[in-house]
């Protein structure tokens, strides 16, 4: 008795369009870290700049297809808190605000 549903289609034994679940999780986290990185730059960049940082430098070594959507969310992740250290600078303080 099979409870869930086959990972393929019966009809066809070609897994050629199924991706490994760990590739599409280092894909998902390649846009995730593009995604935080670039909204970190208006906002809540002490903490979205260095999760967008890890999630692009694990996407990289897990081997994701989406490599240069990783550098991307790497170089935002840095921007961010490139950002955050200009502001503070220029603030005197040890957060920034408009």
């Known amino acids: 008795m099979q409870l869930t549903a ?6 066809t034994n070609d897994n050629a ?3 490994p679940t760990g590739r599409r999780d280092a894909d998902g986290m390649a846009v995730a ?4 990185g ?9 903490f979205l700049g260095p999760i967008a ?3 692009a430098g694990a996407a990289l070594w897990r081997g994701t ?11 935002l992740g ?8 200009a502001f503070m600078q220029l603030d005197s303080t ?5």
Not at 33 to 36: D, E, K, M, R, V
Not at 65 to 75: D, E, H, I, P, Q
């Open 53 to 55: 940082i890890a999630l």
């Open 65 to 75: 297809a989406r490599r240069g959507r990783a550098f991307l969310g790497l170089g």
């Open 94 to 98: 040890v957060s920034w605000s408009f």
């Open 17 to 19: 369009d199924v991706k």
């Open 78 to 85: 840095i921007a961010d808190l490139l950002v955050l250290v």
């Open 6 to 11: 086959p990972a393929t289609s019966s009809t």
């Open 33 to 36: 870290s593009f995604i935080l």
């Open 38 to 46: 670039l909204v970190g730059l208006l906002v809540l960049n002490v």
